[in-house]
Every structure is written in structure tokens, then in C-alpha cells.
């Protein structure tokens, strides 16, 4: 249970990567742990893509910089060579809470696994294009769905970071 508590408490988002490619054995670890997060009702109604391939995950940067508003040759996802893009089902009002869970549960399996990543937004805006819905038939995907985030992943660059000190006054408790 420590080791739990210990990446919860360690992980950090990663802003430079280098280029080595993700085995496909830990993006599979990773992916398996997202599809465990827990879900509205149990209804498991989130999917996630994985992006490895450099010509999509460069279309996907430039989509991503046009959205933000960044000047061309701006990288948001930081270098990261892989891609992971959950999206929830359109017509679920609990899409982005059980999206969500899922991003944060491949944020811990990737530290579980020493690597990087980051959650970078601008999914939602990105599938409502018809590039994104046209990315989601090609891929057989014909349910609506709506871009919660995409996590940025691979080996950090540099030193990882620390976790700052926590801010106090975030908790409070009513006790009997």
C-alpha cells in the first residue's frame, strides 16, 4: 500500500521528454490501468487512443497549437512521443468526471512505471473539428464521443521534479 501513497505523492507533470520511444508492453500496462478507473454507474463509457505513430502525433501538436493560439513550431505535448487521448461518450453527463479518472489513473500508472507525462487539454475542441470526428470513424469509432484530455507520455528529460510543500488550509473536518 506505501507504494501507492509514495507515487500519488511523488508524480509530476513532465515538460520535456526525450525522444526514445515507449515500449509497447508499458503503454499496454498503462492503458489496462486506465480502463480500471472507476466509472459513472459503472458504465465504463471513456475509450482511449493511442497515438505512437510521428506523423499523427505531429498532426495531432499542430491541431493542439492552432486551438491554444501557440506560434507554429511550439511543441504542447513537450517532445513526448507517445500520445494517450481519452474521450468520453457525448450523451453521458458524467463523461469528464469518469474521463478524468482515467487520465489520473494513467498518470500513476506511468510514474508506477518511471516515465513521464503530462495532461494537456484543447481534446474537446479538437474532436468537435471534422479532422477529429473523421480520426474517430477511421479508427471504426462511430458513437459520439467528446475530448476530455490527452496525456503527453515517455521518459523525462532532466531531473525530475519535486513535489512543492502543500498549501495548508485546504482541509477541513467535521468531526462528532
Known sequence: MQDVFENIKTRRSI???????????LLDQIIEAGTYAASSRGEQNTIIIQVTQKALRDEIMRKNCQIGGWQEGFDPFYGAPAILIVLGKKDRPNRVYDGSLVLGNLMLAAHALGLGSCWIHRAKEEFETVWGKALLV????????????????????GEYPQAPARKENRVYQIKD
Open 15 to 25: 515538460r520535456q521528454y526525450r525522444s526514445d520511444p515507449v515500449p509497447q508492453e
Open 138 to 157: 477511421s479508427l471504426g469509432i462511430s458513437e459520439e464521443y467528446e475530448g476530455i484530455g490527452h496525456l503527453a507520455l515517455g521518459y523525462a528529460a
